[in-house]
């Protein structure tokens, strides 16, 4: 149950950006998409919310936080820093559900790729995911093109045959300012988040008899 309510955060909302209408300008048909995608968004964040805060006993506190809902107190955390939410791999989950209603939810993805990029350790892998990356989201039109300026995307390229995992360093850092001074304050003042930071009501169990 927990892995599809993560799955669905996750791709939300796509079927929403192919209903606009061809008639419409353009930032008329983004106005719709957007709309009705925070509908959407709202009403699977209700179920999200209702049924991610049921618990079951494990003794691996790490998957524990992976797939339950945070306490109040754990979410508030995340407005402490923007690399608290990152480190909460729940955080992360309900920042990129955000990122994707407002259609930027390439800087997220990119950002993490270059995590993922530097734990490579074979240099064929490197070249081989540099590559990757570089033709998801450095490249003109790439499917997930970020915004970084020429001279960055041209040094790239550049380095792209003998690949460190430095390479993306000054676009990573550039696209994590770009959340942090955005997307994240954003974020922490959505409905979503102040959701998540509520207090459930105590509820008393039937006593028997």
């Not at 669905?8 to 930032?27: C, P, V, W």
């Not at 991610?52 to 508030?76: L, Y």
């Not at 450095?138 to 790239?156: L, R, S, V």
């Amino acid at each position: 149950m927990q892995s599809a309510i993560f799955l669905a955060l996750q791709h939300d909302g796509t079927h929403m950006e192919r209903s606009a209408s061809h008639g419409q300008s353009k930032e008329e048909k983004k106005g719709k998409m957007k709309k009705t995608l925070m509908k959407d968004w709202k009403s699977r964040l209700s179920y999200f919310l209702q049924n991610s805060s049921t618990n079951t006993k494990t003794n691996k506190k790490a998957h524990q936080k992976a797939h339950f809902r945070p306490s109040p107190e754990e979410a508030q955390l995340w407005s402490e820093a923007f690399d608290e939410l990152l480190a909460s791999k729940y955080g992360l989950s309900a920042f990129r559900a955000f990122l994707k209603s407002e259609f930027c939810e390439e800087n997220i993805d990119f950002w993490l790729a270059c995590e993922d990029f530097k734990k490579i350790k074979s240099p064929q892998k490197l070249t081989a995911k540099a590559k990757k990356i570089y033709s998801d989201f450095i490249e003109k039109e790439a499917p997930k093109e970020i915004n970084i300026d020429f001279q960055t995307k041209n040094t790239i390229a550049q380095n792209l045959q003998e690949a460190t995992h430095t390479c993306f360093n000054a676009a990573q850092k550039r696209v994590y300012s770009l959340m942090e001074n955005n997307s994240y304050p954003r974020f922490l003042e959505s409905e979503f988040y102040q959701e998540l930071c509520k207090k459930s009501p105590i509820r008393r169990e039937p006593q028997g008899t």
